[in-house]
Protein backbone atom coordinates (compact mmCIF):
# COMPACT_ATOMS: atom_id res chain seq x y z
CA UNK A 1 0.00 0.00 0.00
CA UNK A 2 1.42 3.18 -0.70
CA UNK A 3 1.31 5.32 2.36
CA UNK A 4 1.05 8.83 0.31
CA UNK A 5 -1.72 8.21 -1.12
CA UNK A 6 -4.05 8.44 2.46
CA UNK A 7 -2.60 11.77 3.26
CA UNK A 8 -3.47 15.12 2.43
CA UNK A 9 -1.28 18.13 0.99
CA UNK A 10 -0.98 21.46 0.78
CA UNK A 11 1.05 22.78 -2.02
CA UNK A 12 2.07 26.39 -1.29
CA UNK A 13 2.41 28.47 -4.43
CA UNK A 14 3.81 31.68 -5.91
CA UNK A 15 2.95 31.99 -9.31
CA UNK A 16 1.35 34.37 -11.66
CA UNK A 17 -2.29 33.70 -12.35
CA UNK A 18 -1.43 32.90 -15.80
CA UNK A 19 1.22 30.63 -15.61
CA UNK A 20 0.92 27.19 -17.09
CA UNK A 21 3.52 25.87 -14.62
CA UNK A 22 0.67 26.02 -11.82
CA UNK A 23 -1.01 22.78 -12.91
CA UNK A 24 2.39 21.29 -14.06
CA UNK A 25 3.97 21.48 -10.48
CA UNK A 26 0.63 19.71 -8.89
CA UNK A 27 1.45 17.18 -11.57
CA UNK A 28 4.96 16.71 -10.88
CA UNK A 29 4.42 16.67 -7.03
CA UNK A 30 1.50 14.00 -7.44
CA UNK A 31 3.45 11.78 -10.06
CA UNK A 32 6.50 11.47 -7.69
CA UNK A 33 4.54 10.76 -4.64
CA UNK A 34 2.11 8.60 -6.50
CA UNK A 35 -0.71 10.37 -5.62
CA UNK A 36 -3.69 11.84 -7.23
CA UNK A 37 -3.53 15.13 -7.88
CA UNK A 38 -7.02 15.69 -6.37
CA UNK A 39 -5.22 15.06 -3.02
CA UNK A 40 -2.88 18.20 -3.12
CA UNK A 41 -5.01 21.73 -2.23
CA UNK A 42 -2.95 24.78 -3.84
CA UNK A 43 -2.74 28.18 -1.93
CA UNK A 44 -1.58 30.98 -3.88
CA UNK A 45 1.01 32.67 -1.30
CA UNK A 46 1.30 35.91 -3.90
CA UNK A 47 -2.30 36.98 -2.38
CA UNK A 48 -3.00 35.77 1.23
CA UNK A 49 -1.78 33.11 3.58
CA UNK A 50 -3.55 29.50 4.55
CA UNK A 51 -5.83 29.86 7.32
CA UNK A 52 -5.35 27.76 10.05
CA UNK A 53 -8.22 25.27 9.05
CA UNK A 54 -6.51 24.95 5.72
CA UNK A 55 -3.60 24.36 7.94
CA UNK A 56 -4.47 22.12 10.13
CA UNK A 57 -6.42 19.99 7.15
CA UNK A 58 -3.25 18.99 5.83
CA UNK A 59 -1.07 16.51 6.69
CA UNK A 60 1.91 17.87 4.84
CA UNK A 61 3.34 21.28 2.99
CA UNK A 62 5.06 21.38 -0.18
CA UNK A 63 6.80 24.35 -1.68
CA UNK A 64 8.37 24.38 -4.97
CA UNK A 65 9.85 27.13 -7.23
CA UNK A 66 8.35 30.64 -8.09
CA UNK A 67 8.97 31.33 -11.94
CA UNK A 68 9.22 35.28 -11.52
CA UNK A 69 9.89 35.69 -8.20
CA UNK A 70 12.40 35.85 -5.53
CA UNK A 71 12.89 35.22 -1.75
CA UNK A 72 15.77 37.54 -1.68
CA UNK A 73 13.54 40.24 -2.51
CA UNK A 74 10.82 42.50 -0.46
CA UNK A 75 7.23 43.39 -0.53
CA UNK A 76 4.40 42.75 1.57
CA UNK A 77 3.14 39.32 0.62
CA UNK A 78 6.68 37.65 1.18
CA UNK A 79 6.86 39.29 4.39
CA UNK A 80 3.74 37.58 4.94
CA UNK A 81 4.62 34.17 3.61
CA UNK A 82 8.13 33.96 5.30
CA UNK A 83 5.96 34.90 8.82
CA UNK A 84 3.59 31.80 7.38
CA UNK A 85 6.88 29.15 7.06
CA UNK A 86 8.19 30.50 10.20
CA UNK A 87 5.02 28.99 12.09
CA UNK A 88 4.85 26.10 9.78
CA UNK A 89 8.20 25.26 11.99
CA UNK A 90 7.24 26.53 15.30
CA UNK A 91 3.84 23.96 14.61
CA UNK A 92 6.40 20.91 13.65
CA UNK A 93 3.95 20.62 10.19
CA UNK A 94 6.28 18.20 8.09
CA UNK A 95 7.01 20.18 5.02
CA UNK A 96 9.33 19.34 1.83
CA UNK A 97 10.23 22.77 -0.12
CA UNK A 98 12.06 22.83 -3.01
CA UNK A 99 13.99 25.37 -5.08
CA UNK A 100 12.18 29.01 -4.04
CA UNK A 101 10.48 27.04 -1.21
CA UNK A 102 13.91 25.48 0.04
CA UNK A 103 15.68 29.59 -0.04
CA UNK A 104 12.31 30.93 1.58
CA UNK A 105 12.72 28.53 4.69
CA UNK A 106 16.31 29.40 4.89
CA UNK A 107 14.99 33.21 5.14
CA UNK A 108 12.70 32.54 7.34
CA UNK A 109 14.01 30.98 9.75
CA UNK A 110 17.08 33.33 9.63
CA UNK A 111 19.83 32.44 7.29
CA UNK A 112 20.82 34.57 4.08
CA UNK A 113 19.40 34.36 0.30
CA UNK A 114 21.12 36.23 -2.19
CA UNK A 115 20.98 37.06 -5.96
CA UNK A 116 24.04 35.45 -7.48
CA UNK A 117 24.47 34.98 -11.13
CA UNK A 118 28.20 33.30 -10.66
CA UNK A 119 26.58 30.60 -8.54
CA UNK A 120 23.45 30.14 -10.69
CA UNK A 121 22.78 26.68 -11.77
CA UNK A 122 20.65 25.69 -14.28
CA UNK A 123 20.18 21.65 -16.13
CA UNK A 124 21.18 18.48 -14.41
CA UNK A 125 23.98 19.15 -12.01
CA UNK A 126 26.02 16.25 -9.65
CA UNK A 127 25.93 17.18 -5.84
CA UNK A 128 27.98 15.34 -3.19
CA UNK A 129 26.16 14.40 0.30
CA UNK A 130 28.08 15.97 3.61
CA UNK A 131 28.55 13.02 6.43
CA UNK A 132 25.49 14.10 7.63
CA UNK A 133 23.97 13.89 4.37
CA UNK A 134 25.19 10.14 4.23
CA UNK A 135 23.71 9.14 7.80
CA UNK A 136 20.56 10.75 6.98
CA UNK A 137 17.50 8.16 6.66
CA UNK A 138 15.92 10.04 4.21
CA UNK A 139 19.10 11.15 2.25
CA UNK A 140 21.75 8.52 2.69
CA UNK A 141 20.15 6.24 0.25
CA UNK A 142 21.47 8.67 -2.36
CA UNK A 143 25.00 7.10 -2.03
CA UNK A 144 27.94 10.02 -1.72
CA UNK A 145 27.17 11.44 -5.26
CA UNK A 146 23.77 11.71 -7.22
CA UNK A 147 22.17 14.03 -9.69
CA UNK A 148 19.40 17.42 -9.22
CA UNK A 149 17.12 18.95 -11.60
CA UNK A 150 18.40 23.11 -11.04
CA UNK A 151 16.99 25.95 -12.28
CA UNK A 152 17.75 28.80 -9.85
CA UNK A 153 19.40 32.35 -9.80
CA UNK A 154 19.42 32.90 -5.78
CA UNK A 155 21.54 30.74 -3.60
CA UNK A 156 21.38 30.32 0.33
CA UNK A 157 24.39 31.57 1.40
CA UNK A 158 23.72 30.91 5.37
CA UNK A 159 21.96 28.74 6.78
CA UNK A 160 19.45 29.36 9.93
CA UNK A 161 21.15 28.37 13.11
CA UNK A 162 19.34 25.09 13.65
CA UNK A 163 19.98 23.61 10.02
CA UNK A 164 21.85 20.66 9.12
CA UNK A 165 23.76 20.97 6.11
CA UNK A 166 22.90 17.61 3.80
CA UNK A 167 24.41 18.05 0.40
CA UNK A 168 26.45 20.21 -1.92
CA UNK A 169 27.13 21.16 -5.41
CA UNK A 170 30.01 22.37 -7.25
CA UNK A 171 29.04 26.09 -7.35
CA UNK A 172 26.85 26.29 -4.08
CA UNK A 173 27.45 25.00 -1.34
CA UNK A 174 24.03 24.99 0.50
CA UNK A 175 22.16 22.22 -1.46
CA UNK A 176 20.21 20.63 1.02
CA UNK A 177 19.18 21.06 4.81
CA UNK A 178 17.08 20.12 7.30
CA UNK A 179 16.04 21.16 10.65
CA UNK A 180 17.35 19.35 13.71
CA UNK A 181 14.45 20.57 15.72
CA UNK A 182 10.81 20.24 12.98
CA UNK A 183 9.81 17.53 9.74
CA UNK A 184 11.15 19.98 7.57
CA UNK A 185 13.35 18.85 4.70
CA UNK A 186 14.29 21.68 1.93
CA UNK A 187 16.19 21.30 -1.22
CA UNK A 188 17.83 23.64 -3.63
CA UNK A 189 17.54 21.47 -6.16
CA UNK A 190 13.81 19.82 -7.66
CA UNK A 191 13.37 16.41 -6.38
CA UNK A 192 9.78 16.66 -7.96
CA UNK A 193 11.07 16.81 -11.67
CA UNK A 194 12.16 14.68 -13.70
CA UNK A 195 14.07 15.80 -17.40
CA UNK A 196 10.99 15.84 -19.09
CA UNK A 197 9.27 18.17 -16.49
CA UNK A 198 12.71 20.08 -16.47
CA UNK A 199 12.43 20.91 -20.12
CA UNK A 200 8.79 21.65 -19.85
CA UNK A 201 9.52 24.28 -17.14
CA UNK A 202 12.63 26.00 -19.39
CA UNK A 203 10.21 26.38 -21.92
CA UNK A 204 8.23 28.30 -20.10
CA UNK A 205 11.67 30.17 -19.03
CA UNK A 206 13.67 30.48 -21.97
CA UNK A 207 15.45 32.91 -20.00
CA UNK A 208 17.46 31.03 -17.31
CA UNK A 209 18.82 29.27 -19.76
CA UNK A 210 20.04 32.18 -22.07
CA UNK A 211 20.98 34.07 -18.74
CA UNK A 212 23.40 31.38 -16.83
CA UNK A 213 24.36 28.68 -19.10
CA UNK A 214 24.68 31.16 -22.16
CA UNK A 215 23.61 28.78 -24.85
CA UNK A 216 20.14 28.82 -27.44
CA UNK A 217 17.19 26.89 -25.14
CA UNK A 218 17.45 24.26 -28.09
CA UNK A 219 20.45 22.89 -26.91
CA UNK A 220 19.41 22.57 -23.16
CA UNK A 221 18.48 18.99 -23.34
CA UNK A 222 21.95 18.27 -23.78
CA UNK A 223 22.26 19.60 -20.31
CA UNK A 224 19.65 17.35 -18.79
CA UNK A 225 19.57 13.67 -17.90
CA UNK A 226 16.98 11.35 -16.07
CA UNK A 227 17.03 11.63 -12.05
CA UNK A 228 15.12 8.50 -10.44
CA UNK A 229 17.45 8.22 -7.48
CA UNK A 230 16.30 11.65 -6.41
CA UNK A 231 12.58 11.05 -7.51
CA UNK A 232 12.93 8.58 -4.08
CA UNK A 233 13.09 12.09 -1.58
CA UNK A 234 9.91 12.48 -1.23
CA UNK A 235 8.17 8.82 -0.78
CA UNK A 236 10.76 8.35 1.58
CA UNK A 237 10.14 11.30 3.56
CA UNK A 238 6.15 10.67 3.94
CA UNK A 239 7.83 6.82 5.04
CA UNK A 240 10.24 8.42 7.19
CA UNK A 241 7.37 10.85 8.87
CA UNK A 242 4.21 9.46 8.67
CA UNK A 243 5.35 5.43 8.45
CA UNK A 244 7.60 5.19 11.39
CA UNK A 245 10.74 4.68 8.98
Known sequence: MNLAENLRYLLLQVRNANDPMQTHEVESFSRVLGVSPERISVHDMLNSRPSPSTTEQADMVLLGG??????????????????YLRQLHAAGKPTFASCWGFQAMARAMGGEVIKDLQRAEVGTHT???????RADPIFGPLGETFYGQMGHEDCVTRLPANAVLLASSRRVENQAYCFAD???????????LNRNDLLARVKTYPEYVE????????HFGELCRDTL??????????????GGG
Open 211 to 218: RIENIPPE
Open 127 to 133: LTLTAAG
Open 66 to 83: SGHYSAAGEGEWLMRALD
Open 182 to 192: APIYCTQFHPE
Open 229 to 242: ETEQLLPRFVEHVF
